[in-house]
């Protein structure tokens, strides 16, 4: 008789095969089970193994722009996984031998890449230099975790093909004046990234600063805010026009502010490096959905 | 004949709880977790922070009022490190005595001068390096500083005794430390230590703080 296999365990990364992005769904299981995968609707595909369930099941939020999340529906003798898309994708199944037994899902990242392949985006690092910005209560600067998202925005944008241009080098603290001179006409977006300060260090959590200049730049940093919101558990302080970036003019630009540094609880974030790679993928998957609306 | 050590090598399993929390029970847990999994000769491994989670060891900073040793000490440890908040450190004197912490603060000094590191936990108490300051732990405890488990000893004892598996409490992170504060079996030590190197507990967003680790190998 067949050993039933029980579901130990279920997780989503983005992986890199060459130049290709895939998103993956990978399920553990103690040995291998039978699987059936299908598409009931646009927008969700259906894994079905007949397996039992150690694991909790309780839902997985993705948002990496292809996967939005997993629910988990346990039945008799079997357990059904639903993936729900952003993006018409097919998954690719693959099983890797060895205990967990490992049944992996990839869903090609294509979509993004098509979306951002050549547009222009200029990414600038708030303060830099001798100019540090706002200090946490601990030791951080908000110009070195400014550079640090950057950092990883840039390895997100160019991973999707975009062509990135930086207003300043780690060392750098140009004026507004020479950063707004890196935009050129084809520009599709100015991204700017600092921190909130605050005298009173109870304020906590995530804006995003918009130009008031271009319409729709308030519902787009609307949709960053609620990205990031919900890939980093931090609470929303909310969006709000800036005159520096009107300064812009019709060029699209919005300044992130992931935390505020000047609260302990929002510092000790900034020290995980996870942090700042789930800000620039979410800040990237909005910025795509906000210019697709309605296609 | 000199006996050779045993050598044991295990097959790693995660499994994706719930987020626990204090009104769970630890013992409750491994057993619900590690059920038509785990046998005798295998160990459930808990992660530490989860294990006093359960103990109702994660406290708010605002429910801690740091005094003036605590907010003058707070300024010296590793930035990086676990102490480096006023409200953390008054949990440490709390929990050490200002005698052990300030004698431990002499041993750290000292170390600066002959570049030896550690001597502050090895004078004021290694269960000092198991607190995770503020944002040290996972969402939603983020907001917690999470002491060291209490009683690490007997709790594994009473996962073998409800699961009959072998089971470890442990502190690892992602620098491949493992630190083993409760095992049933002091001979599978060594073997524990090298199967947790690569942190199957996770420190990102997995929430697989139990680990079964499976024999399939021994070596005589």
């Not at chain 1, 997780?11 to 553990?28: A, N, P, R």
Request: charged share 25%; with cysteine; hydrophobic share 40%.
């Amino acid at each position: 008789m067949p050993i039933t296999a029980r579901l130990t365990n279920f997780y989503s990364k983005v992986t890199l095969e060459g130049e290709e992005q895939f998103s993956t769904v990978t399920i553990e299981a103690t040995a291998p089970p039978p699987v059936i995968i299908d598409y009931p609707e646009p927008g969700s595909c259906r894994v079905t193994l007949r397996a039992l369930l150690n694991m909790y099941p309780g839902p997985l939020y993705i948002q990496d722009g292809i996967l939005r999340e997993v629910t988990v529906e346990p039945g008799e003798g079997q357990v059904t996984f639903h993936i729900t898309l952003d993006e018409d994708v097919r998954a690719m199944l693959t099983g890797v031998e060895g205990i967990p037994y490992r049944i992996v899902l990839r869903f090609s990242r294509r979509p993004l890449q098509e979306f951002y392949r050549d547009r222009v985006i200029i990414i600038d690092p708030g303060h830099g230099g001798t100019d540090g910005g706002w200090r946490g209560p601990v030791n951080l600067w908000e110009r070195d975790m400014a550079w640090k998202t950057a950092q990883e925005l840039v390895r997100v944008l160019e991973g999707f093909k975009a062509r990135v241009i930086w207003t300043r080098q780690a060392e750098e603290n140009p004026s507004w004046q020479e950063r707004l001179r890196k935009v050129t006409p084809d520009t599709f977006c100015f991204i700017s990234v600092h921190e909130h300060g605050a005298a009173d260090t109870s304020q906590r959590g995530t804006a995003v600063l918009y130009n008031p200049v271009v319409p729709g730049n308030e519902e787009l940093a609307a949709k960053v805010l609620e990205r990031i919101v919900a890939r980093v558990n931090t609470p929303a302080r909310g969006v709000k026009a800036d005159e520096e970036l009107a300064r812009l003019g019709e060029i699209p630009g919005i300044k992130l502010e992931p935390v505020a540094i000047t609260n302990w609880v929002d510092e000790g974030l900034l020290r995980n490096p996870y942090f700042h790679q789930k800000v620039a993928l979410a800040t990237a998957v909005a910025i795509k959905q906000h210019f697709q609306r309605g296609k | 004949m000199a006996r050779k050590d045993k050598k044991i090598f295990f097959y790693k399993i995660p499994i994706r709880t719930h987020i626990v929390t204090e009104n769970d029970d630890i013992v409750d847990l491994a057993q619900k977790y590690s059920a038509g999994i785990a046998a005798p000769g295998d160990v459930i491994c808990l992660a530490e922070s989860v294990v006093a989670i359960t103990q109702g060891r994660a406290i708010l900073p605002e429910a801690v009022r740091p005094g003036w040793l605590a907010r003058f000490l707070s300024r010296f440890p590793g930035k990086d490190g676990s102490l480096a908040t006023p409200p953390a450190m008054q949990l440490a004197i709390e929990e050490a005595g200002p005698a052990r912490i300030l004698a431990g603060c002499a041993a750290a000094a000292l170390g600066r001068l002959i570049k030896k590191k550690g001597l502050f936990y090895i004078v004021a108490g290694r269960e000092l390096a198991l607190i995770d300051d503020i944002a040290g732990t996972m969402y939603p405890y983020e907001r917690h500083i999470v002491m060291g488990p209490k009683n690490p000893g007997q709790l594994v004892q009473a996962i073998k005794k409800a699961t009959g598996a072998e089971a470890v409490i442990a502190d690892v992170n992602d620098k491949k430390c493992v630190d083993i504060l409760g095992i049933t079996d002091k001979s599978y030590r060594q073997a524990v230590i090298e199967a947790l190197k690569d942190n199957p507990f996770g420190n990102e967003d997995e929430q697989t703080p139990i680990v079964i680790l499976k024999r399939w190998k021994t070596r005589l």
